[in-house]
């Protein structure tokens, strides 16, 4: 399945096309899905939608977060991607940089989640009520001069918000997280420094392993 080679749709990158699967490469800022109001309708969903009317949402990404993104043709392969996200069979690995030295080469971070009600859609860690949350993360390199690190990520679980959340519970919040991150932190960069950079899975056609990759830009 080679990927096609579709022009650009203004920022959003067609990085592959095939009878099951559209995937696209999001920049930071733009939203996976509409939302409410007009000026919130230029997303994902439907600047695809123009391309490949069948086109439908499987998985999301924050409107802040950059990198990949995998869309369903179909309403059959939507239900099967579903699934697969559901049973954890979709293998996704970001790419951040976070404030402070990273002590560990690598860990997991166990720690359950919950919206933060007054304030949604932010999450909280609620270790008595929220639902169980996995992330593991690799230091791929430490800056001592800006006292940074960075990671890569892999979420066992979808919550929403999950790495912000993660890594801000151990004490290593993402560079450019006005969410939820220190002032100082948040205002590092001009963006969220947190990029979908690998998405692998079983191809919804035949069954066989596909896995597509993305650089990040910072």
């Known amino acids: 399945m080679t990927a096609l080679d579709v022009s650009p749709l203004g920022e959003l990158r067609i990085v592959h096309v095939d ?6 490469d999001k920049p930071a800022g733009l ?10 309708q230029d997303c994902v969903a439907s600047r695809v939608r123009a391309l490949f009317a069948d086109a439908l949402t499987v998985h999301r990404l924050d409107m802040a977060t950059s990198g990949l993104m995998l869309l369903a043709r179909g309403a059959a392969v939507q239900r099967q991607m579903s699934m697969a996200f559901a049973q954890r069979e979709v293998h996704k690995r970001y790419i951040a940089v976070v404030a402070g030295e990273m002590a560990l080469d690598a860990g997991e971070i166990d720690l359950p989640l919950r919206p933060d009600w007054p304030t949604r859609p932010l999450q909280q860690v609620a270790l008595a009520h929220g639902k169980p949350s996995l992330t593991r993360y690799r230091v791929l390199s430490r800056d001592t001069a800006s006292n940074t690190s960075r990671v890569e990520l892999e979420p066992l679980t979808g919550r929403t918000h999950q790495l912000r959340v993660h890594l801000l519970a151990i004490g290593h919040p993402i560079l450019g997280d006005r969410l939820y991150a220190p002032t100082d932190v948040g205002a590092w960069a001009g963006r969220l420094l947190l990029h979908s950079a690998s998405i692998g899975l079983k191809h919804p056609g035949d069954g066989s392993m596909v896995q597509f990759d993305s650089s990040a830009d910072f």
């Open 31 to 40: 939203l996976s899905v509409p939302g409410r109001g007009d000026e919130k």
């Open 19 to 24: 009878a099951a699967l559209v995937v696209v």
